[in-house]
């Protein structure tokens, strides 16, 4: 009674503090529908994204309360470092998890894990002690060692999201999957190296603190893929057993949400990565746990997540863009706008060279262990549009270690502090609009056609012929699975050329580590928790409606 009494008001209304909680929260969602008709309509004319419209409409939208609020703030909403990695990263992380291609995740799973892991690793070292060397000169503020390892931690995680945006899963598949599969081992990545600095003592860091901080990576990387694994063939397992779908189709749509969310929250409660966790989870349900519901709540499923990473990643650039405007940041660094000028472009240098550093000898011992020429990352994939240029821009995750590291709810009364603050702002701006929206005309729109360019026609259709198909056929495939979808595409109206050693690939299976996966896949795995093929005939079951359509 005491909680109704504080909201609302003796006349029955709610307090002026909840009143404007909840114009603001209107005014938000109105702002997320005005993302979504204008960057549809913007699309159709081939201009940008609903992702990019919604930063403009950020921007513009934290100018409009600026002149309203005469200079007093530019938000309606406070950044909360919780909001994003608790309610706004996990749908986005699963969701990518669920739709992404497995065999060709899986196939280039070591460049992944090389990029990911080694090249973070690399370019948070380049970036940590390259503004150690250059801050100091610009004295900016009293900077310890351990925020100069935050920064390092901070601008060596990308932003795949807006990658993504130009590169097509169909029509680069071998790129695809690479610069996929980086941008998530990355972000765990740096999230763990950001997480490890808090914790260590940096005072007398030595071998020993390191070889602790590699060990610690090593030990969340397996144990949070573990758990996302186990945690999803969790829900296979209960789906299959109790099957909802003979009642209710509600209650295992609410199951798989659910179990999703679980994985994530249970990788926090127990300080492992989360990111990975909720990612491997996302693989392992769309193998066994979608093939075991019904064709209705497939569909459901499918298109409910795919929602929520779509909602989720406006609402990350559309108050990425309003916050950017804070006068509260600004007035800061306006007496030596200067330095936050030089701090921002140091930055961005150090972001290239960094990512220079580990792209291109990465990409050459990862060529010596590839024996197939078009699984092979060719100096063509290397420049321009490809794999450097794609891991160049910084977003959300960037922002929210920056908060983190710099700021105390959200703000700050450091000097040195605001410049990283606004610095990070400008990084993340600048990477997003010079790389995504002033490019999107002069190069942008240019990127695929400049792919088709750049990959010989014949690693185009031979990167295509070994891949599956999109999504949802994507989803029928089976994990590393040996080329089955391929043939179901020869079977149909389509048919895509192959080159004779693939065709040979295909018709011999050799004892590669596929085919050894499908053999315990098939043996062990699915008659236990289910997936395409080994689902119990229940009345009126996928199953049973699958086989009577094939009689």
Not at 121 to 147: A, Q, R, T
Not at 252 to 268: R, T
Not at 289 to 297: L, M, R
Not at 303 to 327: K, P, Q, R
Request: aromatic residues 12%; contains cysteine; glycine residues 8%.
């Amino acid at each position: 009674m005491d909680l109704l009494s504080s909201l609302v008001s003796p006349g029955g209304r709610l307090s002026t503090s909840d009143h404007a909680s909840v114009v603001s929260i209107n005014i938000f969602v109105a702002l997320l529908c005005a993302c979504i008709v204008i960057g549809h309509l913007l699309e159709e004319n081939r201009w940008m994204n609903e992702s990019i419209t919604a930063l403009a409409i950020g921007l513009c939208t934290g100018f409009f309360i600026l002149l309203t609020t005469g200079g007093r703030s530019s938000h309606i909403m406070i950044f909360s470092e919780d909001l994003f990695f608790i309610y706004l990263l996990p749908p986005i992380i699963f969701n990518a998890g669920f739709q992404v291609k497995k065999k060709q995740f899986f196939r280039n799973f070591m460049t992944i894990t090389l990029f990911g892991a080694v090249g973070t690793m690399i370019s948070f070292l380049i970036i940590s002690f390259g503004s150690i060397e250059l801050f100091k000169k610009l004295d900016i503020g009293p900077l310890e060692l351990g925020d100069f390892l935050a920064i390092g931690a901070i601008f060596s995680a990308t932003d795949s999201v807006c990658t993504l945006q130009v590169l097509n899963q169909d029509e680069t598949p071998l790129l695809y999957s690479l610069v996929f599969g980086e941008g998530v081992v990355n972000d765990a990545t740096s999230v763990v190296l950001f997480n490890a600095i808090q914790n260590f003592d940096l005072v007398h860091i030595d071998t020993g603190i390191a070889f602790q901080v590699v060990g610690n990576f090593i030990y969340l990387f397996i144990s949070s893929t573990l758990l996302g694994a186990l945690t999803g063939l969790l829900s296979a397992y209960i789906i299959k057993k109790l099957y909802f779908g003979r009642h209710s189709t509600d209650r295992e749509v609410a199951i798989m949400i659910l179990m999703a969310y679980l994985s994530y929250m249970l990788a926090e409660l127990l300080d492992l990565s989360g990111i990975l966790t909720v990612f491997f989870c996302g693989i392992v349900m769309s193998h066994y746990t979608w093939h075991n519901v019904t064709e209705s709540s497939r569909v459901t499923t499918k298109h409910a997540f795919a929602t929520l990473s779509f909602i989720a990643e406006l609402f990350i650039f559309l108050y990425v863009g309003m916050d950017a405007l804070d006068i509260d940041k600004w007035k800061f660094v306006s007496s030596s706008p200067g330095k936050s000028i030089s701090v921002s472009a140091i930055l961005l240098g150090l972001i290239m060279v960094g990512r220079a550093a580990f792209v291109f000898p990465l990409s050459l011992l990862s060529n010596l262990f590839k024996k197939s020429r078009n699984e092979k990352i060719d100096f063509k994939q290397q420049v321009g549009v490809t794999i450097w240029w794609a891991g160049l821009m910084r977003g959300a995750v960037s922002m929210a270690l920056a908060y983190n590291q710099f700021t105390r709810s959200g703000h700050t009364q450091l000097h040195g502090n605001a410049i990283m603050i606004t610095s990070t702002i400008t990084v993340v701006l600048f990477s997003t609009v010079f790389f995504v929206v002033l490019i999107l005309q002069v190069f942008g729109l240019m990127t695929k056609p400049l792919i088709r360019l750049l990959l010989p026609s014949h690693a185009k259709s031979s990167q295509n012929a070994c891949s599956e198909p999109s999504s949802p056929k994507s989803l029928l495939s089976p994990l590393l699975g040996n080329g089955q979808a391929s043939d179901f595409e020869e079977g149909s109206l389509i048919v895509t050329p192959r080159p004779p050693s693939l065709r040979m690939l295909l018709s011999t299976p050799t004892h590669t580590v596929h085919h050894y996966w499908r053999k315990f896949d098939d043996a062990f795995m699915r008659p236990v928790f289910g997936g395409r093929g080994f689902v119990p005939f229940v009345p009126g079951s996928p199953t049973e409606r699958s086989v009577h359509g094939f009689q």
